[in-house]
């Protein structure tokens, strides 16, 4: 009786807010009716623009069921019933203001979601029933990417801040490192620790596109297959990486960011002062 009224009362919880749940087989809330092939419910835990969505592809590709939700400690970004075009251009109506701790429950073995978390006590604690896959990148190259996908949103907000329309150059990327470097950089530094924490498996951009040589790439994907308790043949692993890489996602435009024309002293400056090299030497070190 008392796990039929908790149910109850987290449907409920949701149908005030007109948040579409269900009810599985085994008539528990959740998100989405279907599961995938792994035992456990599973979450990427991505540093921005260390490719949050091409994982999420390669989960789905491996059997995994995708929520298309991403979340945040204070609510989640509903994809479920959105284009990628919408989702870009109104990511404000896409999002509803839950916590974390309320969103968390409805998500079921055999299904993933996608988040930015912060690595805090708390929220290793509500996660301690998922899979944690926790993804980093090159932190200049994140930058670069950052950049140019805040430059896309303030373009469609009609660029507010002025520097978003410039031509992609060092001015440009000077630019917003003075306007929100600090701020994206802290952010990331903020989920640091995400990597030494027991359980979690480290994977890095660069291994997942191929830039370490295709038996590395193989060697990333199975150590996600071990993780999830998934079988698949190496035949099955490359076609599951064909199928993903590449692909234009949410936050993907069709072709990996470079700073070979954005990159100045300025901004080399402002990463070393501000610890990218650091942190990055922690990632690679913490794998």
């Known amino acids: 009786m008392i796990k039929w009224l908790r149910k109850i009362r987290q449907w409920q919880h949701f149908a005030r807010l007109g948040i579409p749940v269900f009810l599985n087989k085994d008539d528990e809330p959740c998100f989405k009716r279907e599961s995938g092939v792994n035992a456990d419910p599973v979450i990427i835990v991505s540093v921005p623009k260390s490719g949050t969505y091409l994982f999420g592809e390669l989960l789905s590709a491996v059997g995994v069921q995708s929520l298309d939700i991403h979340i945040a400690a204070y609510g989640f970004q509903d994809l479920r019933y959105v284009s990628k075009e919408f989702a870009i251009a109104h990511s404000e109506k896409t999002f509803e203001m839950v916590p974390f701790d309320k969103v968390l429950p409805l998500v079921r073995p055999g299904q993933f979601l996608v988040s930015h978390f912060p690595y805090t006590e708390e929220t ?132 990996r960011s470079s700073r070979k024309d954005l990159w100045s002293d300025k901004v080399e400056e402002f990463c070393k002062t501000n610890g990218a090299d650091e942190l990055d030497a922690f990632w690679a070190k913490a794998r």
């Open 124 to 255: 290793a604690r509500l996660l301690k029933r998922f899979k944690i896959i926790f993804t980093y990148r090159d932190l200049r190259d994140t930058l670069v990417s950052t950049m140019r996908w805040v430059a896309k949103k303030g373009q469609l907000a009609g660029s507010p801040e002025g520097w978003e329309q410039l031509p992609d150059g060092p001015e440009k990327m000077e630019r917003f490192i003075e306007k929100h470097g600090e701020h994206y950089l802290g952010n990331i530094k903020a989920m640091r620790d995400w990597a030494v924490q027991p359980g979690v498996l480290n994977l890095s951009f660069e291994e997942i596109q191929g830039d370490h040589g295709a038996p590395r790439q193989v060697q990333a994907v199975q150590r996600i297959l071990d993780l999830l308790g998934i079988s698949l043949t190496e035949s099955d692993i490359k076609q599951a990486l064909q199928k993903c890489l590449g692909k234009e996602t949410l936050t993907f435009s069709g072709k």
